[in-house]
């Protein structure tokens, strides 16, 4: 059973950079054909796709954060990670990790990592 | 960027009842849609994908239906465990983006 866990700090500056990552266990991130992605959530708000990568180091990201987003991949770690840079209170949210399913749920995010809380402070 | 409209924003319902959202994607994503549960301090959890098919392991009270723009979620038979938010999503193109969510709640 594929299980991830994010990690990272959770306070922030303002204009600074977060980096999260998130380790996968319970199987090998470069095996498979999968899609590695981040999701975050506002306090009070909803869901919203950051970005993701593919397991050969594709990448795609939302448009409405492309400027300062930056998903990577270390198989020796079996991790990936987000870089999200120039942070503002808006960027204050619960950060997932998530990768789809092995069959018809391809598309769907079925494992995710139980959230990580980013503070951005003045 | 597809938009995801889902109705309502919030429900109330009695256990036993059947309750039912609606998701309106703002063009057509044929039937490339699931649906997820949000209990508060956890991670969503994926119940439908494709539409209607129903994950592994999610009780059969749930279902989703609709293709092209138009599509439903309903639970027949609410239990108490179903409170949480329901959020609608699209995979048929890039950006991925989800509905606002719906928040269920006992009357």
């Known amino acids: 059973q594929v299980q991830l866990q994010e990690s990272g700090p959770g306070l922030v500056k303002a204009s600074q950079t977060v980096s999260l990552t998130c380790t996968v266990s319970?199987?090998?991130?470069?095996?498979?054909?999968?899609?590695w992605s981040w999701i975050r959530q506002p306090a009070g708000k909803g869901l919203e796709w950051i970005g993701r990568i593919s397991t050969t180091g594709g990448t795609s990201y939302n448009p409405s954060l492309k400027s300062r987003v930056t998903i990577s991949i270390d198989t020796s770690k079996n991790q990936f990670s987000l870089n999200l840079s120039s942070v503002t209170a808006s960027d204050t949210a619960v950060y997932y990790c998530?990768?789809?399913?092995?069959?018809?749920?391809?598309?769907?995010?079925?494992?995710w990592g139980q959230g990580t809380l980013v503070t951005v402070s003045s | 960027d597809i938009q995801m409209t889902q109705s309502p924003s919030s429900l109330s319902a009695s256990v036993g009842d059947t309750v039912t959202i609606t998701c309106q994607a703002s063009?057509?994503?044929?039937?490339?849609l699931n649906w997820y549960q949000h209990k508060p301090g956890k991670a969503p959890k994926l119940l439908i994908y494709?539409?209607?098919t129903l994950e592994t392991g999610v009780p059969s009270r749930f279902s989703g239906g609709g293709s092209g723009t138009d599509f439903t979620f309903t639970i027949t038979g609410l239990q108490p465990e179903d409170i949480a938010t329901y959020y609608c999503?699209?995979?048929?193109?890039?950006?991925?983006?989800f509905g606002q969510g719906t928040r269920l709640d006992f009357k």
């Open positions: 063009q057509d994503i044929s039937d490339y």
């Open positions: 319970g199987g090998s991130i470069s095996s498979g054909n999968y899609y």
């Open positions: 999503q699209h995979y048929d193109n890039l950006p991925i983006t």
């Open positions: 494709d539409a209607s």
């Open positions: 998530a990768r789809g399913g092995d069959s018809g749920n391809y598309y769907g995010f079925v494992y």
